[in-house]
Every structure is written in structure tokens, then in C-alpha cells.
């Protein structure tokens, strides 16, 4: 299997159809919405309820909080309300201000809009998010 170059763990990894898209989008991060390379991680460990989870992609302010997770599919996997509401469990543990759902031929982005949400399907809360029409760079996820 071919390998590709991974910047953010600074190691060769399989270039399987999921990390092809990963990749894709550290090089969107980083070209286009500005975000150093030093404040993302990519296959983020963490625990939540006692599970193990992990985060494609997250993205750090400058105090280290988490401003956003990723979660890349291959390009077959249909962007639906599955893939969100995975990323949306991912965020009880994370506290994110964006979440971002992409397979590489749709990308979509949402915003945090309050604190409050409604109970997810494990009786966690999901504060409430809504559709970005457009991406903000690094300096303005920050504010």
C-alpha cells in the first residue's frame, strides 16, 4: 500500500481512502484558512464515557482549547446525519466552537451558536450548531 507524508504526526502513514482525505484537508487548514501546522493534531486519542473516540483532525487556539474537529470519510461515504451526529458526540468531550464533516467532495461546516442543546442520543447535551456558508481562517475562529 502506498504511504503519504502526515506534517501534523510527522510520520509515513498507509494512504488509505479516508487518509487521502484527511490529508486533503491539513492542506486546506493550513492554505487557506491559515491555521499553523503546530496548532493541529491529526487521529486525536480521547476518552468519553469510558469509550475511546478519535478525532480526524482538531484544531487549537492559541491557549490550547479546541476551536475545531474534523471528521473525514472516504469519498463514497454519503455526508449525512450519521457522520454529523458522530462528530456532535466527539464535541461532548471536546467543547468545540466549529465542527467540520467532509468525505473530499462535500464539506460542511457548522458553527456553535449557544450552550444550550438538546439531549443526544446517549442523554449527552448537543449545544446547538448551525450551517456555515463560508469557512473562517484561524484568527477568526480565535475570536
Request: charged share 30%; glycine share 8%; aromatic share 10%.
Amino acid at each position: 500500500m502506498s504511504q503519504v507524508w502526515d506534517p501534523l504526526r510527522k510520520k509515513m502513514v498507509a494512504l488509505t481512502p479516508e487518509e487521502k482525505v484527511r490529508q486533503w484537508f491539513i492542506g486546506v487548514l493550513r492554505d487557506e484558512l491559515k491555521v499553523p501546522a503546530h496548532m493541529m493534531m491529526s487521529e486525536v486519542s480521547f476518552k468519553y464515557g469510558g469509550k475511546p473516540f478519535r478525532a480526524d483532525i482538531l484544531v487549537f487556539g492559541r491557549d490550547m482549547s479546541h476551536l475545531m474537529v474534523v471528521e473525514c470519510k472516504r469519498e463514497d461515504v454519503e455526508m449525512d446525519r450519521e457522520v454529523l451526529e458522530q462528530a456532535l458526540r466527539y464535541n461532548l468531550a471536546l467543547d468545540v466552537k466549529y465542527i467540520v464533516i467532509t468525505n473530499g467532495q462535500k464539506t460542511f461546516g457548522f458553527k456553535r451558536t449557544g450552550m444550550a442543546g438538546q439531549a443526544g442520543h446517549d442523554g449527552g447535551e448537543l449545544p446547538p450548531f448551525e450551517l456555515m456558508t463560508e469557512f473562517p481562517d484561524w484568527e477568526e475562529m480565535r475570536k
